[in-house]
């Protein structure tokens, strides 16, 4: 059995993305390692944090990124294809450089691939997802936000990256091009495996927050980050009612805890303003849904699941 681990990004130290740590992280149990890097500014440093990490296992493809003829966050999907389509394995490992994967899970993870190797039925698994917010002391578990996703898939062709690369689809004949389509399209099959996927991509100093939102509406082209982009800072609303996080974070994001300068600035804000635009975590609707799946049905309500569930 061999498995392949594939990302893509661009600019993505710049941002302040852990990407060299979302590498490290699941590199130990990968047989070779593929990143579409995009034409990054002069001044970003990734392709050094990638070489840093001085494995054989890894090999960069440079890319260019064309959001016109890509919209709507599918170029997105469209690099990680590329990615993929370099990768050799069994198993194709898709990490994201914002998400990093606790040591603790890989043995599980391996042998979780090595019992569906020969299950064709099985076309992907799926992980348990922590999403963290602000800092690294607490987290989203608020409706509307995704608890599970795909991250580990067969290498088939007709598996492709979907919409703004937060899943997969089975697309035969795709023309690589429409990433958001739906018609002839299909949910993966998938499996649990009992591992978890720590994102970080909502834990920056509030100043890469902001620019982050920008560079994100740039690519979505979507109105409603448009309006967000005129801020200076980024606004995490009061983080007091945000749950706290009581597990372990992956070893390899010690670094990156011990260096959080920010808490001060998270601390200051006790009350929203009448007039601030809530997140969606925040907004009634959201809360409400999220009490009766937390305190009454004890089960998510009305979730967007791209993905087809098998008992294995």
Known sequence: MKISGFTMGKNVTKLYYPIKESILSILPICDEFIVALGNCDEDDKTREEILSINSPKIKIIDTVWDIEKYPEGTELAHQTDIAKSYCTGDWLFYIQADEVVHEEDLPKIKKRCEELLNDNEIEGLLFRYFHF??????????????KNE????????????????QSFRRIPGFDE?????????SKLKVAKVDARIF???????????????????????????????Q???????????????????????????????WKDE????????????????????????????????FRPMWEFKNYILLKR
């Open 177 to 185: 091009k429409n990433y958001r389509q739906e018609e002839n399209t």
């Open 231 to 261: 801020l200076e800072r980024f606004d995490y609303g009061v983080m007091s009612k945000i749950p706290v996080y009581k597990g372990t974070h992956p070893k390899l994001m010690q670094s990156w805890i011990d260096k959080l300068f």
């Open 199 to 229: 994102h970080y991509g909502w834990v920056r100093p509030l100043n890469y927050m902001q620019k982050k939102i920008k560079d994100f509406s740039e690519i979505q082209s979507k109105a409603e980050l448009q309006k967000k982009i």
């Open 133 to 146: 917010w602000g800092d690294y002391d607490h987290h989203i578990d608020s409706h509307g936000w995704y």
């Open 266 to 297: 998270l601390a200051k804000v006790t009350e929203m303003p009448k007039d601030r635009k809530l997140t969606k975590h925040e907004k009634r609707k959201y809360r409400f849904i999220t009490f009766l799946e937390k305190y009454v049905f």
């Open 150 to 165: 795909i991250r580990i898939i067969r290498n088939d062709k007709d598996i492709h990256s979907w919409r703004d690369a």
